[in-house]
């Protein structure tokens, strides 16, 4: 299906589950283009354009993050919280995993 810039806007600033591989990564939507009739988003996953974004396929969205782990995941961090970053990131993962 070709997909049109402005189908594509709604999703700049969405955090996502990103498959590299065998490793799902929490990336936040910085841009998105369509490419010979496929769509494409520019992810990174500190949430800036700098040299850590990477161009990726739709289909490599594992599932969007909800802004309640993320939300528990930077108080965790915060308060340098280890073991409850390691546990919201765990679930995180499972739920990129559904």
């Known amino acids: 299906m070709a997909h ?12 996502v589950l990103v498959r590299f591989e065998s490793v799902r990564v929490s990336c936040v ?11 494409r988003f520019l992810v990174s ?4 354009a700098a040299s850590n974004s990477q161009w990726v396929e739709m289909d ?3 599932r969007p993050v909800s802004s309640d782990l993320l939300a528990r995941r ?3 961090m915060r308060q340098g919280d280890s073991a409850g ?3 919201i990131e ?9």
């Open 4 to 15: 049109t810039v402005n189908d594509l806007k709604p999703s700049i600033g969405a955090t």
């Open 29 to 39: 939507v910085l841009d998105a283009k369509s490419a010979y009739g496929r769509a």
């Open 45 to 48: 996953p500190g949430g800036t």
């Open 60 to 62: 490599r969205f594992a």
């Open 74 to 76: 930077a108080e965790a």
């Open 85 to 87: 970053i390691g546990e």
């Open 90 to 98: 765990s679930e995180i993962i499972l739920a990129g995993q559904q």
